[in-house]
Each structure stands twice: as C-alpha cells, then as structure tokens.
C-alpha cells in the first residue's frame, strides 16, 4: 500500500472519536448522505491515500443519487495512480451478517473495488471486497458479508480499526458516491431531491441551436418553480439583473423564440446561466434554492451548423402545446 500510512498513523494519535453515535446508529457510516460538510483527515472519518495528482473530494448538489447532496471523487485527467478514499472506524463482529450498500455513478464507465479492511492492528487483511462497474447511470449496489472470523475494530482508535474502501486507482474518470450503508439489515431507500435536478441542457453542454426548451426534474416537494436566466452567473445565483423570468407550474422554459425570454433568439458565442428554485409554499423549508447551471451557444463559425433535430423537435412539440395551438 502507500507509503504516506506511517504519516497517518502520527495523525491517528490525535484522534479521539467515538463510533458512529447519534442517528442512523445503525449504520456505522457517518455523514453518510453528505448533508454535513465533509471533514477528511485528522478532524473527521474520511480519508485519502493517494499517489496521484489528486485535486480531492468535496460535497456536490446535483449528482442525482440520494438527497440533494453526494460525494465527489474529482481525478485529474491523465492521473493514473492509486487512490484509495476511505471512511474509518468500522467495526465487525463475529457472527454478524453485514448488509453493504451505495449509491454511485461516474462521468464514464470505470471500475472501482469496494472493500472491508484492518490495517496495522489486523496486518492489513482484507475481510470482504468487490469491484464494481460503474457507469454514467445512478445505480444502487448492495451486498451481504458475514463476518464468520474474530470480531474486530470498534476501538475509536485509528490504528485498531476497520476501513471501508473505494479503491479508485488506475482510472482518472470521476465518481459521485452516495447513501454509504454498513449495517445490519437493509438501508432505507434513497431519498429523492428537493432541489430541481437533471437539466436540460445538461450543465455546461454545447448547445448549437439558437432556441432551446430547457428542462429539469422538480425536487420532490415543489409545487411550482421560480426560474432565472441570464448572462452572468453571480446575477442568476443572486436573483439580480433582471433574471427572474417568472414562477410557473410547468417543468420547462422555451428560450430564444417570439413571446418568450430572448425573443430574438439565443445569440451564438454567448454562455447562458440559469437556474431553478422549487417552492411549496406551505413547507417551511421552500424555497430550495437551485445550482446554477449554464450552457454556451458557440459561435457558428466553429461548429456545424447543422442543428440537431431532437432538440428542435422536442421544442416544437412543447412549444406548440404549451401555446395552445394545437398539434
Ligand atoms: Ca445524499
Ligand atoms: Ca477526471
């Protein structure tokens, strides 16, 4: 393994923390929805070993797994080493079936090895592991693991206990990692959005056409939604600069055409930002505030001109039904 363990075991003798103990006491994940901010080294239960060029882990919105929050595992591109994030603390004991359960997806196809393991105390030994095939889809990967051998871990302390592992080496493709289980018996199911998700355009997309219908999945509770557009980011994220385009019922907005924003179409060599709040009004949690997403209409020279059909049709399709004028 690393050779950066012997600096964690000095970090290890700092630590003082307890096992997983207030909710979810039955999954021995902590943070396992990633709604706390995510702590990794001396301070929390996350950690990284990793001999790559490794810009780290972070908390996102918008990766579409459980809630509206989920780990990033961000690889540079080209970085092929080793990479191993971890959440310790863990604890087996004999006897006991263990149900192992995430959530993940990555930008592409790519393997990565889950694993149940003890370091120095129990001579790095490998209780249980399994590689996973990921792919661009949010799927749920569940497995069962008795542990028939010496109950082990639980001790609190870093140099005794038991690792869960995402071995993400020899890949620079990113993962998103959610609903993390350890437990015995079954995780709860996921729990959908509140914020509005699945954008289309996608974030950041190449948009070729000078009119878009832009779309988003409603956050579970919403009742309507509060759109903003524009040119400038900090405008759309503040809600300022005239980007309020309007509360409204229907999960999609026609850009860029006649009695609609930008009536005189979406002006090629320009990024559009936008962004959807969800409201319910008799929650008190509404407003969810969106991310901001944005897509670029290039400039023509520099791409085919062609448009794509999909797209326009589907437009059309919408735009003639939410106009009223028929098929
Ligand atoms: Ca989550
Ligand atoms: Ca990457």
Not at 43 to 67: K, P, R, Y
Not at 298 to 316: C, I
Request: hydrophobic content about 40%.
């Amino acid at each position: 393994m690393s050779r950066k363990i012997l600096c964690l075991i000095c970090f290890a003798s700092v630590l003082s923390i307890a096992l997983a103990s207030t909710a979810d006491a039955q999954n021995q994940i902590s943070n396992w929805e990633f709604d706390e901010p995510l702590v990794v080294g001396t301070e929390g239960d996350w950690w990284m070993w990793e001999d790559i060029n490794f810009t780290g882990l972070s908390v996102v919105q918008d990766a579409a797994l459980s809630g509206d929050n989920a780990m990033h595992v961000a690889i540079p591109d080209g970085a092929s080493g080793s990479l191993q994030v971890y959440h310790s603390y863990l604890k087996l004991e004999q006897g006991v079936t263990y149900t192992i359960s995430f959530m993940a997806r990555a930008d592409a196809p790519r393997t990565i090895t889950v694993v149940l393991m003890g370091r120095t105390l129990y001579n790095w030994s490998w209780f249980w592991s399994q590689e996973v095939e990921l792919t661009t889809e949010p799927q749920t990967y569940t497995f069962e693991y008795l542990h028939t051998g010496a109950t082990v871990g639980g001790t609190g302390n870093f140099n005794d206990d038991i690792d869960w592992c995402f071995d993400h080496g020899g890949s620079d493709v990113d993962t998103y990692i959610d609903h993390i289980w350890l437990g015995e018996g079954p995780p709860p199911l996921p729990i959908a959005p509140d914020s509005a998700h699945d954008p289309s355009p996608a974030d950041e997309a190449v948009y070729t056409d000078t009119w878009a219908t832009l779309s988003w999945i409603p956050g579970e509770s919403a009742v309507s939604h509060d759109v903003y557009l524009g040119e400038s980011f900090d405008d759309v994220n503040d809600g300022t600069g005239g980007t309020f385009q309007g509360n409204q019922e229907l999960a999609f907005l026609v850009v860029g055409f006649v009695g609609f924003p930008y009536p005189d179409g979406l002006v090629p060599g320009t990024t559009y930002y936008w962004r959807v709040d969800e409201i319910n009004d008799a929650d008190p949690n509404s407003p969810w505030k969106g991310m901001v997403w944005s897509f670029i209409v290039p400039p023509k020279k520099a791409y085919d001109p062609v448009p794509n059909n999909g797209v326009n049709m589907t437009a059309l399709f919408l735009l003639k039904n939410y106009m009223g004028h028929g098929r």
